[in-house]
């Protein structure tokens, strides 16, 4: 006698689960890849927040250097099309001199703050990789490494990253543990994974600012004429722009994963984290730095 489908129970099971072959396909295909085994030995929870409020203020920094080169580019302009214009002269040739000058004091300034938020970035981004891992070692597509050589391997840089930032972000959020694993509001683990509206934007923009920043930087580069150097200064100003919106979203990224992870620890440390997960240090539930995310 035919035993129905276990799960569709419109269709004749063909397996030992009682599922049938559509199902048992279906099944396959929407579950996560599981790549990570799982914490480490001496791996422990450490707290966010204090490194993810700095990589905040930097990140604000990179957004105030951009529209500084911004305004620094609109007075390059305007020299520019003063002198495509035809004007000249002693007191002009001055006024371009400290146009050049404020703009590439802007350059600096852009520079500086983003090797200085890189460096705070990439240590608060492994450091609530490991979290993650100890929240829901389930959840991740790809190895701990990958925190921090997707950025910097050619070619995979250009998705590995936000796959990583994706995985911490379903292992942070605050939800009911069923079976081991996180199953937040609007994601049931037999189903693909959500979207991530905030993740893509931020990461599609910082993409396409980065690809613009280098084309710009070659145009401005090898400029020889007026017309050319407008034409740069143009997509410089472009790219500037795209890049204040990226480094205002990743400020909201970074603020939501630390508040997820900050909550989420809180939460569990009221309820007792479960045996064999190594949580210690002073805090209730890190080993804590300072204060909430919020």
């Not at 852009?110 to 200085?116: E, G, I, K, R, T």
Request: proline share 6%; net charge neutral.
């Amino acid at each position: 006698m035919a035993v129905p489908c276990a799960e569709c129970q419109a269709r004749d099971a063909t397996t030992a689960e009682g599922l049938c072959g559509l199902c048992v396909t279906v099944a396959a295909d929407a579950a996560p890849r599981r790549v990570v085994a799982g914490p480490r030995p001496g791996d422990r929870l450490r707290s966010p927040v204090a490194p993810g409020r700095a990589a905040m203020v930097l990140l604000g920094a990179v957004a105030a250097t951009d529209l500084w080169a911004l305004w620094a580019g609109l007075g390059q302009r305007r020299i520019l099309d003063r002198l495509l214009a035809g004007e000249y002269g002693e007191a002009f040739q001055r006024e371009v001199e400290d146009a050049d000058s404020r703009y590439a004091l802007a350059g600096g300034a852009q520079l500086v703050a983003c090797v200085l938020t890189a460096v705070v970035f990439l240590y608060w981004f492994r450091l609530v990789r490991v979290n993650a891992e100890l929240f829901v070692p389930e959840a991740h597509t790809k190895g701990r490494g990958w925190a921090l050589g997707g950025w910097f391997v050619p070619v995979v840089n250009l998705w590995v990253p936000r796959r990583v930032t994706s995985d911490i972000w379903d292992a942070s959020v605050p939800g009911p543990e069923v079976a081991g694993r996180l199953a937040p509001v609007g994601w049931d683990p037999r189903e693909p994974r959500p979207a991530h509206a905030l993740i893509s934007a931020w990461w599609a923009l910082w993409i396409v600012g980065f690809f613009v920043g280098r084309t710009a930087g070659r145009v401005y580069s090898g400029a020889e004429t007026a017309s050319e150097y407008a034409t740069g200064l143009r997509w410089m100003m472009i790219a500037d722009a795209l890049d204040v919106v990226a480094a205002v979203l990743a400020v909201v990224v970074v603020y939501r994963i630390t508040t997820m992870q900050d909550t989420k620890a809180r939460a569990h440390a009221a309820a007792g984290w479960p045996a064999g997960v190594p949580v210690s240090g002073a805090g209730p539930a890190f080993e804590h730095q300072a204060g909430r995310a919020t």
